[in-house]
C-alpha cells in the first residue's frame, strides 16, 4: 500500500491505474477508522481493482461549536488499518493540500435534500460535504465511491451531487455496522463515558420498536414516535429528531403508503456525544 499526501502524488497513481486498464474504488474517511469504515474498504475491494481510502478531517463540514479540534485522529494506526483491509493507496492530504490559502469565489448550495434530519440541525454541513466529495472525486476520478448508510442523508446528496454535476462513479452504499448490542459503530462513540455507552444501544431499539409496529401494519406512527422520543428522554438523551423521511427527498413523513420507501432516523444527544442512526423503511 502506497501513501499519497499530494494531489500530484495520487494524480500519477491514479494515472498510472488507467493506463493499466484498471478500475477504481474509493472510499472517503474522517479517519479515526472502525470495523464499520473497514467493511467499506473491503466491499471497495470487491468491486474494483484498485482501492483507495482518503483519510481527511474537513473543517468545512464542521459548525461553529462542533467538535473539529476534538475529533479522534489517529493517522498512524488508520494506515495500518487501511492496509490490512486491502486498500492499496491512502490519500492523506492536509488542509493546505485541499483547500490552499488563496480567497475562495466560489461556493456550492444544497437545496431542500438538507431541510431536514442531519441538515436541518447543522448548517452547512452538507455543503462542506459536496465540497469536499466533489474536490476527492475530481483529484482520484474512481469508477466506484463507497458510502455507510450511517449517513444516508449524505448518500443522498452525493447521489444527487453526481446527477448535476456528471461525476462518472457509481455510488455504493454499504450497511450499518453495528456494536453487539446494537449501537452503530462510530468514531465520535470514543467520547462516550462507561455509563453513556450503555445507554447508548436504546437508540437502536427505539427504531427497532418503531420499525415492528410499521411491520405490523401502522401507517400513521407519530405517536408511536413519539413514545419512543419519551423513552430516549428518560433514558438520558436529548433528542434531536426521531421521524420518519421520505427516502427520496428526506422531507418528514406522518402517513405511510404500501409500495414506498422511507427513512426511519433517529438523532440524539448522550452527553456532548451526537448518535445518529437509521432503518430503511421498504414497505
Ligand atoms: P466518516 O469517517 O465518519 O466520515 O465516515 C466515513 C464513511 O464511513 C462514511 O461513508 C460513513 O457513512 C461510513 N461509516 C461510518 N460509520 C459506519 C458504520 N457503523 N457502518 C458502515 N459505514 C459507516
Given amino acids: 500500500m502506497k501513501q499519497c499526501k499530494t494531489i500530484e502524488e495520487i494524480r500519477k497513481e491514479v494515472s498510472q491505474f488507467k493506463r493499466e486498464g484498471k478500475t477504481i474504488a474509493f472510499v472517503p474517511t474522517m479517519g479515526a477508522l472502525h470495523e464499520g469504515h473497514l467493511s467499506l474498504i473491503k466491499l471497495a475491494g470487491s468491486k474494483a481493482d484498485e482501492v483507495v481510502v482518503s483519510i481527511y478531517v474537513n473543517p468545512e463540514q464542521f459548525g461553529p461549536n462542533e467538535d473539529f479540534e476534538d475529533y479522534p485522529r489517529q493517522l498512524e494506526d488508520d494506515i495500518q488499518a487501511c492496509k490490512d483491509a486491502g486498500c492499496t493507496i491512502v490519500f492523506t492530504p492536509d488542509d493546505e493540500i485541499m483547500y490552499g490559502s488563496g480567497k475562495k469565489y466560489l461556493s456550492?448550495?444544497?437545496k431542500?435534500?438538507?431541510t431536514h434530519m442531519d441538515g436541518g440541525s447543522r448548517p452547512g454541513f452538507f455543503e462542506g460535504i459536496v465540497l469536499v466529495v466533489n474536490k476527492l472525486f475530481n483529484i482520484v476520478e474512481p469508477d466506484f465511491a463507497v458510502f455507510g448508510q450511517k449517513d444516508i442523508q449524505q448518500v443522498q446528496i452525493i447521489r444527487q451531487m453526481v446527477k448535476e454535476f456528471n461525476h462518472n462513479v457509481e455510488i455504493v452504499m454499504a450497511p450499518i455496522k453495528r456494536a453487539e448490542d446494537g449501537l452503530a459503530l462510530s468514531s465520535r462513540n470514543a467520547y462516550l463515558s462507561q455509563e453513556e455507552r450503555r445507554v447508548a444501544p436504546y437508540l437502536y431499539s427505539a427504531l427497532k420498536r418503531v420499525e415492528e409496529k410499521v411491520n405490523q401494519g401502522l401507517m400513521e406512527p407519530e405517536d408511536m414516535l413519539e413514545l419512543?422520543?419519551?423513552?430516549?428522554?428518560?433514558?438520558?438523551f436529548k433528542n434531536d429528531y426521531l421521524s420518519v423521511f421520505s427516502f427520496d427527498t428526506m422531507s418528514p413523513v406522518n402517513k405511510l403508503e404500501k409500495g414506498e420507501r422511507y427513512i426511519l432516523a433517529g438523532a440524539a444527544y448522550l452527553g456532548k456525544t451526537r448518535l445518529i442512526d437509521n432503518l430503511i423503511l421498504d414497505l
Avoid at 228 to 236: D, I, P, S, T, V
Fill in 108 to 110: 456550492v448550495q444544497v
Fill in 112 to 114: 431542500e435534500l438538507n
Fill in 228 to 236: 419512543q422520543r419519551e423513552e430516549l428522554k428518560a433514558k438520558g
